[in-house]
């Protein structure tokens, strides 16, 4: 008898979950094997600690309360030449590296491929990593400096990234500091605990949630490459914000002043009931507390100066110290449950689409680290020149209006070079990032139309 499906056979039956291998004699020897070692890969402790300690109401009652945030545009002109220096000495010093977390399924956008090579409909017609990349290379050039830019995919959409990266020559990017990882995935579990099949040879496994970056950091030796080169600071950021700059001078150089182990960037939310998480303290420690979970009572509440008390939203754009993520590289944090509809093969063997939700998904969010720092940095910038997400097809946070964003912070920093806005007038501007990364160096006469 194959030991390994005793092992498995034997592991499912300690834990409740036979039900993985109930389509076992009926597959291929090829697909039984590539079940049998799926289950032999779960980690079923993982699993149950999931299901013992799903969060309760009582979880929720912190203690909330405001976190400073330094606002960029109060610092005075020489504290921000001090600041975009710094950002620049720690740059050429090689001490920077770039991570996007590009893992995710992007369900509600709904393009074929990884969110990435999504083309949000430029003129140039740029996928969001060519952005990104350009952003990068403009940066490494005037720095004289490599930037290792690691891009941390999920077993889903890995193949496909690399070879877009490799059909687009890395658009331009040297290969050697490019750095793909896989993160891991989670099975999806219906409401009785019972994992669910998405084939009869195939469990439903979806990734685990961007907070798995440190732990896959580790494994996958990010980590030690990281270090190797001596990179000190590691610049977080989503996939999908086709404003994104990455490595920001101006936020390294902010981060490394206050040496806080994490520092954050945030925009004001624009009403109180806005769908972003909060950064404040929860419990005395920095933390981001998601939209859904601000409690009503507290979502009004302003402070002296008339402003929201839970004002700083979230942008998923982080500096991380190196030895902050190698400490907490195995901390646990906790998986947060979101109730959704996922596809299922029933007992019969028939593949069902629920039509309500029917089952749990499990992901650990990259900022319950944040608990984990003694302090935070936090600095305030404005929402035009930093945040245009493109998460849905149509409507908020579409690709409409990411390029609508572009377009009008692009021709914003032409005028500010001085190009007569009559020459700008219905036109769509889009600046290519090799030329400027944040507005400067726009030589109006050197503008071609
Ligand atoms: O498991 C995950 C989940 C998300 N992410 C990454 O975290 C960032 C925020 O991810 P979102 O929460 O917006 O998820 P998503 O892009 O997968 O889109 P939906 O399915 O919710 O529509 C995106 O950059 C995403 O790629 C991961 O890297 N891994």
């Known amino acids: 008898m194959d030991s390994k499906w005793e092992q498995a056979t034997a592991l499912l039956a300690q834990h409740g979950q036979e039900q993985l291998l109930q389509f076992y004699p009926q ?29 309760t109401a009582a979880d929720h009652m912190e203690a909330l309360d405001s976190i400073h945030a330094w606002d960029w545009d109060e610092f005075d002109v020489l504290e921000q030449e001090q600041f975009t220096q710094k950002g620049w000495e720690l740059l050429r010093k090689g001490k920077v590296g770039a991570l996007v ?27 969001l990593f060519q952005l990104q990349a350009e952003r990068l290379i403009n940066l490494s050039k005037r720095a004289g400096t490599a930037i290792p830019w690691y891009v941390m995919t999920s077993p889903d959409n890995h193949r496909e990234t690399v070879h877009f990266f490799n059909n687009h020559d890395f658009f331009g990017y040297a290969q050697e500091d490019c750095f793909f990882f896989e993160q891991g995935v989670m099975p999806a579990l219906d409401e009785s605990g019972k994992i ?4 009869e040879d195939e469990i439903s496994l979806a990734p685990s949630g961007n907070g798995d970056c440190f732990a896959a950091l580790k494994r996958s030796g990010a980590l030690d490459d990281l270090k190797r080169r001596g990179v000190e600071w590691l610049f977080y950021y989503n996939v999908d914000n086709a404003l994104i700059k990455v490595a920001d001078p101006v936020f390294i150089g902010v981060a490394s002043h206050f040496n806080n182990p994490v520092a954050t960037k945030v925009i004001e939310k624009v009403e109180p009931e806005e769908k972003v998480g909060v950064v404040c303290l929860k419990n005395g420690h920095p933390a981001v507390v998601e939209y859904n979970e601000l409690p009503e009572s507290i979502m009004y509440d302003r402070d002296d100066q008339g402003k929201l008390k839970y004002r700083l939203a979230n942008l998923s754009i982080q500096l991380f110290r190196t030895d902050f993520i190698e400490k907490h590289a195995q901390t646990e944090i906790p998986y947060h449950v979101a109730h959704k509809k996922i596809p299922y ?27 984990l720092a003694d302090n935070l940095t936090v600095l305030l910038m404005k929402r035009d020149a930093e945040f245009a997400p493109v998460k849905n097809k149509e409507g908020v946070d ?5 390029r ?12 500010a070079a001085g190009v007569p806005p009559e020459r700008l007038a219905t036109r769509e501007i889009e600046v ?7 507005g400067e160096g726009l030589d109006p006469l050197g503008v071609n139309f």
């Open 27 to 55: 597959l291929s020897a090829a697909s039984q094997a590539k079940l049998v070692d799926t289950i032999l890969n779960l980690d079923f402790n993982k699993i149950n600690n999931m299901l013992n300690n799903r969060p």
């Open 101 to 127: 977390v590009a893992g995710g399924q992007g369900s509600r956008l709904g393009h074929e491929g990884p969110k990435g090579t999504y083309d949000i409909g430029l003129p140039s017609h740029k996928s």
């Open 196 to 199: 669910l099949m998405a084939a």
């Open 345 to 371: 093969v029933n007992s019969e063997g028939a593949l069902t689409a629920p039509d309500k939700p029917n089952a749990y998904k499990f992901e650990r969010h990259h900022f319950d680290f944040f608990p």
């Open 398 to 402: 579409s690709p409409f209006t990411a």
């Open 404 to 415: 609508k964003m572009l377009f009008e912070l692009h021709r914003s920093w032409l005028l």
């Open 432 to 438: 290519s990032p090799l030329v400027s990364y944040a």
